[in-house]
């Protein structure tokens, strides 16, 4: 697998900012059953979930890695600043990753 234009840092020319689709990727180990994984972009300072995204996984062995991957269609950043995007499994956190979304500067 070959992970292209991972971003922590994203540009915009005007707020709320046109929606741009992106995939959550996880690479995920130690689980048995099933379990719902969730994907949440929020804002850190004030604790907003501004999205979720939902999905059943099945995990038939813990030594197994099972690849969670999903796509952010349709969601607007309403604001410059920092966002953050988890993966939940069962309401747990498992991983998340902040984001910088910025105004773009135009030179004139």
Do not use: C
């Amino acid at each position: 697998m070959t992970v292209v234009n991972a971003f922590t840092r994203r540009t915009a020319g005007s707020f709320p900012a046109e929606p741009f689709p992106f995939m959550v990727l996880a690479l995920l180990t130690d689980g048995l059953g099933e379990g719902t994984v969730d994907v949440v972009i929020s804002r850190p300072d004030t604790e907003e979930n501004l999205y979720r995204r939902t999905a059943s996984y099945r995990f038939t062995d813990p030594l197994a890695t099972v690849q969670v991957t999903l796509r952010v269609r349709h969601f607007s950043f309403p604001e410059p600043g920092r966002y953050q995007v988890a993966v939940k499994i069962d309401n747990e956190l498992i991983a998340h990753r902040n984001l910088q979304l910025v105004l773009e500067e135009n030179e004139s």
